[in-house]
């Protein structure tokens, strides 16, 4: 049985069984006059999060400790997130039919933050879906074309059909001097990412709590760790007056 992160993101996948149902039963074997579970701890753990008193399950012969981790571990191989393309997709139909990011939330058992992160790729050109779809585009990247490129969709698009070519660094950059000149053509946008500038690094030292948390934001919101902790560095010093 998994030892690690069991109870991260039960409650959405409470709320996904409560709306659709439990479609994989958990595996028990009988022991003693009880049973004991090999397979779907953190589905046992959503039911009771529910309150509910049964759980559809698939009852086994006894097996060892072993063979019980080896069966654990081969579910969690094969299951994966929804992807990328298939989320967006997702998002941006369920966007047109309710218009509402909690309610595209509750029907796809998600957090409402990661339906508000992933809505503007949803909605972006549909080249730039169709690069994140077939990967040559990481999605934080797309949101960074986005972001440079404004409501101006063939922008977008030069600026995410450059972006896999250009360093983490002057991908930042060009972010930055996009907002500054929004005007500005594609082209001198990355040149000037390009060129030599100041750029001051801070280390700052988290628990592993804060840390994992920072990688859990990051994967939520389709980002770098580094974005999001810039953007949380930002954001504080900017509702303080000193932006």
């Known amino acids: 049985?998994?030892?690690?992160?069991?109870?991260?993101?039960?409650?959405?996948?409470?709320?996904?069984?409560?709306?659709?149902?439990?479609?994989?039963?958990?595996?028990?074997?009988?022991?003693?006059?009880?049973?004991?579970?090999?397979?779907?701890?953190?589905?046992?753990?959503?039911?009771?999060?529910?309150?509910?008193?049964?759980?559809?399950?698939?009852?086994?012969?006894?097996?060892?400790?072993?063979?019980?981790?080896?069966?654990?571990?081969?579910?969690?191989?094969?299951?994966?997130?929804?992807?990328?393309?298939?989320?967006?997709?997702?998002?941006?139909?369920?966007?047109?039919?309710?218009g509402n990011t909690k309610l595209i939330a509750e029907e796809l058992g998600i957090k409402e933050s990661k339906v508000r992160d992933w809505l503007p790729l949803s909605l972006a050109p549909e080249p730039v879906k169709e690069m994140i779809k077939e990967r040559k585009i990481k999605p934080a990247d797309a949101k960074k074309a986005l972001k440079a490129g404004g409501t101006d969709a063939k922008k977008i698009e030069e600026i995410a059909t450059a972006m896999p070519k250009m360093t983490a660094s002057e991908k930042r950059r060009l972010v930055d001097v996009a907002i500054e000149r929004p005007e500005a053509p594609v082209k001198e946008l990355i040149d000037q990412a390009k060129k030599p500038y100041v750029e001051e690094k801070v280390i700052v030292h988290l628990t592993p709590k804060w840390a994992e948390r920072l990688d859990t934001a990051a994967k939520d919101l389709g980002m770098d760790r580094e974005d999001v902790a810039k953007t949380a560095v930002i954001d504080w010093l900017s509702s303080r007056g000193y932006g």
């Open 1 to 98: 049985m998994r030892k690690r992160q069991v109870e991260t993101g039960i409650e959405e996948l409470a709320e996904n069984i409560r709306r659709h149902g439990l479609i994989h039963p958990v595996v028990v074997f009988a022991k003693d006059d009880k049973y004991e579970l090999i397979v779907g701890q953190r589905r046992f753990l959503a039911f009771k999060k529910l309150n509910k008193e049964k759980i559809p399950a698939i009852i086994t012969g006894p097996v060892d400790e072993t063979k019980a981790r080896i069966l654990s571990l081969s579910e969690g191989i094969h299951r994966v997130e929804l992807p990328s393309g298939d989320l967006m997709d997702a998002i941006g139909a369920l966007y047109l039919k309710y």
